[in-house]
């Protein structure tokens, strides 16, 4: 009897921590999978009943391909706010049944952002079928708000959901170069991931960024030989977005310039505060990339930094673009050091769980205030941790 309690006593003991990873990282049964699979489904479903084009957003750019295929200029549209390469992309929805489109646009997206999530978490070498990634892609689905208000938009912010995390995975495996091209072909359908070049400048990638940059100017060059007045994406387009765009989408607009006039600053120090913000992100990124630690988070980290920067400056922002950044974070949730395992990181999310109440802020032309405290807060919250020194340790910062 002593011989067996002096066996319990000296059995070493699990920490809790290291079994609920283990648990997460164990396979998920067929239920939670085929749930997991219905929702997506659902989603898919709710936005082809609800529209004809595959949302919204998609529909302007569809119905630029359309004039386009006519003979038309499809900067004659001030809403197609993309590169003239986006046009040939647009063009291959704008061929389809009307039917087929309605079904095939929504599925498409939802099956492209379950896409990055698997790249994100593969990139942290988190099994496809574990757990956390499971139960990790539903928490998106049913509790942030930003993940269903984009596959409603059918905004192709999705395809940048999907470039950001695939090439950090191609590049964590050493091959740059694909890494470029994956983020030279989302350049080209929707310019969102320019910010990442500064990560490809400071990693000394220049074959990657010759890709990057090569891919989307060769086919907008191409596509501009093609089509009447391309020259309208300077004269009309981009004074149109350095504007703020139109009455439609300032007040979704999430940067800071355009959220703190509506607060009574002045817009020359609103754009002086924004770019100050946005340069010290930028040092962040830099701060961060510097300590050089092994891992795929250095990647993550750097690169989510380099877009939250860029959001809080560029015009227009939106709630949605958070669908680039977060879930690549929340793929690290597991990494010992994560930004995700402080407290700060989930109260900066609170703000986009669906039908959380703030008053005042309910009507929809006054969300933007709310989608700047998450994105400010988001972007606080990863700068302390990318500009943390490397001597420090995690449990050493209040904020991380």
């Known amino acids: 009897m002593q011989l067996r309690g002096a066996l319990r006593t000296t059995a070493p003991q699990v920490p809790p921590t290291t079994a609920l990873r283990a648990w997460l990282m164990g396979p998920a049964g067929p239920v939670p999978v085929a749930f997991l699979a219905g929702v997506l489904l659902a989603r898919a479903a709710h936005v082809a009943v609800k529209f004809t084009q595959g949302g919204m957003d998609n529909g302007f750019v569809v119905h630029a391909g359309q004039v386009w295929l006519h003979g038309g ?9 993309y590169l003239p390469s986006a046009v040939l992309f647009a063009a291959a929805q704008a061929v389809l049944p009307p039917l087929v489109l309605r079904v095939a646009a929504p599925v498409v997206c939802v099956a492209v952002l379950g896409a990055g999530w698997w790249c994100a978490v593969r ?17 998106l689905v049913l509790l942030w708000a930003p993940f269903g208000h984009l596959v409603e938009l059918g905004n192709w912010t999705a395809v ?35 910010p990442v ?22 086919l907008s060059l191409g596509a501009a030989l093609m089509m009447p007045n391309p020259g309208g994406f300077f004269t009309r387009t981009l004074p149109f977005l350095l504007k703020g765009g139109d009455a439609l989408m300032r007040p979704f607009d999430c940067s800071l310039p355009a959220v703190l ?18 340069a010290a992100g ?47 974070l929340l793929a690290g949730a597991l990494e010992a050091g994560s930004v995700t395992r402080s407290p700060w990181f989930w109260g900066a999310l609170i703000p986009q769980v669906p039908e959380f109440a703030f008053p005042h802020l309910d009507a929809s032309t006054r969300r933007a205030f709310k989608d700047t405290v998450t994105l400010c807060a988001l972007a606080l919250v990863l ?12 449990a050493d910062s209040a904020l991380t």
Do not use: I, N
């Open 73 to 81: 200029a499809p900067y004659a549209d001030r809403r197609f706010l």
């Open 123 to 139: 990139l942290f070498r988190v099994p496809a079928r574990s757990r956390f990634a499971v139960l990790g892609l539903l928490g």
């Open 261 to 278: 006039p509506r607060l009574g600053v002045p817009p020359a120090l609103a754009e002086l505060v924004a770019v100050a913000a946005a």
């Open 282 to 328: 930028v040092t962040c990124a830099w701060l961060r990339w510097r300590r050089a630690d092994p891992g795929p988070a250095r990647l993550a980290d750097t690169a989510a930094m380099l877009m939250l920067a860029s959001y809080l400056v560029s015009r227009p922002s939106y709630e949605h673009y958070l669908v680039v950044v977060v879930p690549l």
């Open 197 to 218: 070049v500064v990560l490809f400048v400071l990693a000394r990638q220049w074959r990657a960024l010759a890709w990057m940059l090569s891919l989307p100017t060769a």
């Open 160 to 194: 940048s959901a999907l470039a950001l995390p695939w090439a950090l995975l191609l590049a964590d495996r050493g091959r740059w170069g694909a890494a470029g091209v994956v983020l030279g072909v989302s350049v080209a359908v929707k310019p969102l991931l320019l």
């Open 383 to 394: 700068a302390v941790r990318c500009a943390r020194s490397s001597s420090r340790r995690p």
